[in-house]
């Protein structure tokens, strides 16, 4: 079984920073992209930055230059940076991965339960 758990949500207010982790555990024969997305109040679940085992990163266009995500092969982590946080950035962040189990040998997406970020003064 493989478990990604999220930590480093919380209130904030405008401007201010904040900093997300994932950590990915279980049975893992190798992990290749891994990721956050977001999902605001009646809106659809949006990609926010995603990199690659090798370092190469995708970040969405409405928080470059705010956001850096990162990534620690060796322990399974991956983390975001927001800095200069808005209130629009306010939702519930999912942890992302690639996975291949060491039983199954089949790369699956994998999820974490969320952590909620909220932007408000």
């Known amino acids: 079984q493989v478990q990604l758990v999220e930590s480093g949500g919380g209130l904030v207010q405008p401007g201010g920073s904040l900093r997300l982790s994932c950590a990915a555990s279980?049975?893992?024969?190798?992990?290749?992209?891994m990721g956050w997305f977001r999902q605001a109040p009646g809106k659809q679940r949006e990609l926010v930055a995603t990199?690659?085992?090798?370092?190469?990163?995708n970040v969405a266009d409405s928080v470059k230059g705010r956001f850096t995500i990162s990534r620690d092969n060796a322990k399974n982590t991956v983390h975001l940076q927001m800095n200069s946080l808005k209130p629009e950035d306010t939702a519930v962040y999912y942890c992302n991965a690639l996975i291949t189990t060491r039983s199954g040998r089949i790369e699956l997406a994998y999820w974490g339960p969320g952590t909620q970020v909220t932007v408000s003064s």
């Open positions: 279980g049975s893992i024969f190798s992990i290749n992209a």
């Open positions: 990199t690659t085992r090798g370092g190469s990163t």
